[in-house]
C-alpha cells in the first residue's frame, strides 16, 4: 500500500505541472461562468441551462482529463524506458499499475472538486441576485444538493474510463487506447439498443450476441442523472448506491485485467 | 516591437475588410429558398447521438427554436417562414420530454396566426398531445390544450372538455371547472376570455408571457369598447331616426365627450353606413380575436 501510495503520489504532482490539465479546468470553469449569459437566451430557463451546462462541462472535461491522461500512464514510462528503472525497484507491476490509476483519479477528483466549487459559487450568486418570485417558478432549488448525487455517478463513471484507458495503455499506443476508450464510453450509451436488438433482427444467434454484450460491456448510460436532478425529479440513494456499486466492480474487473497484461509483458 | 506592431496592423486590416463586407448587399438565395437549416430532424436518431448530454442539446435546440421564431418575427420579409420551428421544438423535446417550458411556450408560437407565427393550432395541439404522453399528470397541458381550442379554434365543447379533465387532476386550480361549465354553457364570449387571460397573467413566470396576456386583455377591453360604442350608436339612432355621420354627432347629441380610442390610444372608426364601430387599420391591437362581447352585434 505504501508503494503505491508513493506513485499514486508522483503520478499526481507530475499531472499537476502539465499545462494542458492547467487548460482543460480553466475552461471549464470559464464555461461554467458563462453559462450565465447563455441563460439570458432561453426565454426564462437560465437555471436549468445553467446547471445542464454545468454538470455536462464537468463531465465532458473530467472525460478528457481521464482519456488524455489515462492512455499516456503506462506508454510514457515504457517510451522513455524509464520503465526499466521502475521494475528493477523493490516493487511488484500490480503496484506500479494501481499507483498510476490511484495517482489520476487523485488528480481528477481534485480537478471535479474546483469546477463543482465554482459550479455551486455561481448558483448561489444567481440565488443571491434573482427575484424571489422567479426563484419560485424553479422546479428545485438554486443551490440544490441533490446534483451532488449526478457528480457521484459522473466521478464513478470517470473512474471507469480511466481504467478502460490506463488497461488499453498497458499494451497499446496512446492514439490507439483513444480511439478504444472513446468507443467502449459510446458503445457504453447504447446499452438499451443492445438489448431491444432481438425485437429489430429476425436472426436469435445475433440477439443472443447483443444481449450478451449488453451485459459484458459497461452500461455508462446508467451514471447519467443529470436531466433528473436538473428536474428536481427524485434519484433515490438506493440507485445511487448499486449504480456505485456497479461502476466500482466493472473498473476492479479492468484494474485485474490491466494488472495481468502488464505482469505478462515483456519489455526486451 | 515590429512583431506586435505587424499583428495590430493585421488585425485593423481584418477588422476593416469584416466591415467593407458587412456593407455589400448580401448575396440573394434562391426563390423560394428561407436560408433556413436543419440538417438533422430525427429525434431518434438525435436522442442516440447526445449520448448522455441529451438534456444540453435540448437546451441548444430550445435556443435555437426561441432565436428562429423571435427572429422570424422581427423580420419585414413578407414571405416569412416559420418553417423549423415545429422540429425545432419536436427535437427539443424529444431530447428532453421533462422540458414543460418547451411544450407550453411552444404550442403558444406555434398557434400564433401568421405573420406573428405560423398560425398552426394543430402542430400546438400535436406538441401538447407529446407533453400529455410524456407527462400525463400535469394539469397545465390539458389547460393549454383547452386553451388552444378555445382561443384559436373557438371550438368551446372541445375547449370545455379538456378544462374539465384538467380540473380532475390533483394539484389543479379550483376554477378549471366551472370555467369548463361556463365555457361549455356560453362558449367564447369576453368573459370567459377574460377569465382566462387573467388566470394566464396571473400565473405566468416568464415576462414574454405577461406581456402577451397584456396584450390579449387589452384586445378584450377594446371588443368590449366597441360593443358599448355600438350600443350608443345604436341608442343615436333610436332617437334620430338616422346613423351618425361622424363621431361628431355622437358628441354633439351628447353621447360622448371626445372621440373615442382603444386602449393603445388609436381611434376608433365609426361606419356611418353601418353603424359598426371597428379599430383603426394601425391600430397594434389588429387582428382582435372572434369572440363576442356581451351585447355585440
Redesign the interface.
Known sequence: MRVIRHIAVNVFKESVRDKVLYNLVVFAVLLISLSYL?GQ?????DM??IK??GL?SI??FGLLIAIFIGIGLVWKEVERRSIYALLSKPMRRSELVLGKYCGLVLTLLINIAVMTIAFYALLAYINWVIDP??R??WPAPAVDPAMLKAIVLIVIELMLVTAIALFFSTFSSPFLSAILTIGIW?IG??GA?LRNFGGVVGSPVAAAVARGLYYVLPN??A??V??QV??G?AVPLGYVGLTSLYGLTYLALVLVGAVAIFSRRDFK | MRTIVTIIALLAAVVGLQAMQERRQPLGLPPGATGNVLYVRSPEFMRRAALSYHALLADVYWIRAIQHYGGTKLTNDPSKQYDLLYPLLDLTTSLDPNFDIAYGFGSLFLAEPYPSGPGRPDLSIALLQKALRAQPDKWRFREDLGFIYYWWLNDYVTAADWFKRAGELPGAPNWLKPLAAVTLAQGGNVATSRTLWTEVFNTADQDWLRTQATFRLRQLDALDEIAALERVVEAYRARTGSLPRSWIDVIRAGYLTAPPADPAEYPLQLDSASGKVTLAGNSSLNPLPATTAPGAK
Open positions: 447563455i437566451l432561453t426565454a426564462g430557463q436549468k441551462i445542464d451546462l455536462a463531465s465532458i418570485a422567479v419560485l417558478s459510446v450509451h447504447f439498443d455508462f448510460s451514471f447519467d443529470k436531466a436538473v428536474h425529479q
